[in-house]
């Protein structure tokens, strides 16, 4: 009952904080509105960070990472990939969700760059932004690359790695980064032999972090999949790139 008592608490607690940091920025794809969320610093020329939340949409995971980009400089934008009144209810909504933009790949990119122009309309340095997404975020991240979109560079956080083979490998600008649990079943070697592939053939500057004894969200406290030691490394190998490429 306590322990029941003290979450309840923190998420209420976790809400109001990032209702005081985080501003929602309404944009449109067409006639479809599209809600993002943007840390306190806009309107300041900064660095910029792209944010692509899983495959439910915003969620605490994103907003957290904004919280804490800005505190390191940075302003963060938080995408909304589905829009105003398409945001999956539950786990078999947002697989669908999420796989239709991945066979979709082109609208996905352009969701993507619609969020990507938001955010430096709100200060964010034309020549200093960067993309970094978690699981089908991640799969958008990787996508920033192969849309060739004009960024620094990109960080994939437990995201597939796999596209559709009847595409062909192309240059790839961005600088990428892979984040990838060493357990993550979602993974099989031919996708990331082929990610390798593409990446090589590409001739991109790219790195794979694979973390032991980690399984697919392993960066989320919410998910059982969670593993603290890693998740922590990865965000300072999240951190440690952007500083990079950025700044």
């Not at 309840?8 to 985080?22: C, P, R, V, Y």
């Not at 960070?49 to 995971?61: M, T």
Request: aromatic share 8%.
């Amino acid at each position: 009952m306590i322990r029941s008592i003290l979450l309840t608490t923190f998420i209420m607690a976790s809400g109001t904080f990032f209702s005081q940091k985080l501003k929602t920025v309404s944009y449109q794809d067409g006639n479809q509105k599209l809600n993002g969320m943007i840390t306190s610093n806009a309107g300041k020329k900064l660095p910029g960070v792209l944010i692509l939340p899983a495959w439910k949409g915003i969620d605490e995971e994103a907003k957290t990472a904004a919280i804490e980009l800005e505190k390191q400089g940075y302003i963060a934008f938080i995408a909304d990939i589905y829009g105003e009144g398409k945001i999956p209810a539950d786990n078999d909504a947002a697989a669908k969700s999420s796989g239709y933009y991945k066979q979709n790949y082109k609208e996905y990119q352009k969701r993507i760059s619609l969020a990507l122009e938001e955010l430096k309309k709100n200060g964010a340095i034309s020549d200093k932004t960067a993309v970094i997404g978690y699981c089908f975020g991640g799969t958008g991240a990787l996508e920033s690359a192969r849309g060739h979109l004009p960024v620094a560079g990109v960080v994939s956080i437990h995201g597939s790695l796999s596209k559709d083979q009847n595409r062909k490998n192309e240059a790839l600008t961005a600088k990428i980064l892979v984040e990838n649990p060493a357990d993550d079943q979602s993974v099989t070697q031919q996708d990331y032999d082929n990610l390798i592939k593409e990446m090589n053939e590409g001739n991109a500057d790219w790195q794979i972090i694979t973390y032991a004894h980690s399984k697919h969200t392993f960066t989320d406290p919410k998910s059982p999949d969670y593993n603290e030691i890693m998740a922590r490394r990865a965000w300072n190998h999240t951190l440690m790139f952007l500083k990079e490429i950025l700044k």
